[in-house]
């Protein structure tokens, strides 16, 4: 199999952390950059995240690349700077961990993240995937330094938004999107090439048990140790938080938001069963600003369509999981799910 070309543009907190290890442990995949940007944490946290998960996966024997890291947007395209979330710490990864990455100033790029976007992008036309797991701003950027580019790509994948108005930090917007809804609504409506969207409901009607979390995290190698340590005083992870309804809607277990869209992107034979049709970002109201709709009577006269999934085969999903932390695969929980 040809190696596939991932360009990462991440907001990095916990499930990003995750959702990278996924990628790197896929032996068909390169990556070629990350490209940072705020979201879960402010960008230079962001930074300092993706640095950390590579010094983890390079003590893992699946991890070899030397993978550049862009500074990117510090904040959304319109208004003042969106106040970083906390659901995973203030610093994105949980708040546990003590001098992430010494002297991190020197081992990001100087190279703007949407510079060296554009740039990787050029130089390998129609070959690279762009996985993009935080605010779309970088993205939205790139199109309208190069209203080309979406062209050059060969595929985009997005973890963001939402297919039925449910929202997790608003009454109807994903926090992707909501963070920068005028991003979203750019990149959606100027983005041609093919476009795959793991959205927040996906994630939350395909759980995971809350065993599998503890199998995941109790493996005897430096990325469980690594994974197990970021949520062990994470509020979304405790023992108080698991049996709870997710968002008032969606029943209990463990979701890792980011790893749904790169395992579609690792492997498409992860995800069961999608829809496709237009798609569009609300940016009027109070309340549904944000919030992605899905045409499916074509009152949006739009030519583009994506590819929204709607249910994943959930022991793939978990397959993945297990091999992203140096675990073989045919565990005994890895297909055990929640109902």
């Keep these: 199999m040809s190696q596939k070309l991932l360009v990462i543009d991440t907001d990095c907190g916990i499930d990003d952390a995750q959702a990278i290890l996924v990628a790197l442990a896929a032996t068909h995949v390169r990556v070629l950059a990350a490209t940072c940007v705020f979201g879960n944490a402010s960008v230079d946290d962001v930074c300092q995240n993706v640095l950390k998960v590579f010094e983890v996966a390079q003590r893992e024997q699946f991890f070899t690349q030397e993978i550049p890291v862009f500074r990117g947007s510090a904040g959304p395209l319109l208004g003042t700077t969106a106040s970083a979330h906390d659901h995973f710490g203030t610093d994105g990864l949980g708040d546990v961990l003590e001098n992430r990455a010494p002297r991190w100033e020197e081992k990001i790029q100087k190279e703007h993240a949407v510079n060296a976007m554009l740039r990787l992008v050029a130089e390998n036309p129609k070959q690279v995937t762009l996985v993009a797991l935080g605010p779309l701003t970088n993205l939205a950027l790139a199109v309208k330094m190069d209203p080309s580019f979406p062209g050059k790509l060969k595929e985009l994948y997005i973890m963001g938004g939402n297919m039925e108005g449910k929202g997790n930090v608003s009454l109807c917007a994903e926090f992707n999107f909501a963070m920068d809804p005028e991003a979203a609504y750019l990149v959606l409506e100027e983005y041609l090439c093919p476009t795959y969207l ?18 995941l995290t109790s493996q005897d190698t430096a990325a469980s140790r690594f994974m197990k340590t970021i949520t062990s005083r994470c509020w979304a992870f405790s023992p108080e938080i698991r049996n709870k309804q997710r968002g008032g809607y969606f029943e209990p277990g463990f979701v890792s938001y980011d790893s749904y869209a790169v395992a579609a992107c ?22 549904c600003r944000g919030m992605m709709v899905l045409d499916r009577v074509g009152r949006l ?24 932390v140096g675990h073989p695969s045919g565990s005994p929980h890895a297909g055990k799910e929640t109902p």
Excluded: I
């Excluded at 690792?266 to 829809?275: F, G, H, P, Y």
């Excluded at 006269?301 to 992203?324: E, G, I, P, R, Y």
């Design 198 to 215: 793991a959205t927040y409901e996906y994630a939350c009607k395909n759980v995971l048990s809350w065993e599998f979390f503890e199998e």
């Design 301 to 324: 006269n739009k030519q583009h369509s994506v590819t929204v999934f709607t249910k994943c085969h959930k022991d793939k999903l978990a397959q993945m999981l297990l091999k992203s």
């Design 266 to 287: 690792v492997d498409a034979d992860v995800v069961a069963e999608s829809v496709r049709c237009p798609v569009r970002v609300e940016l009027q109201g109070t309340v």
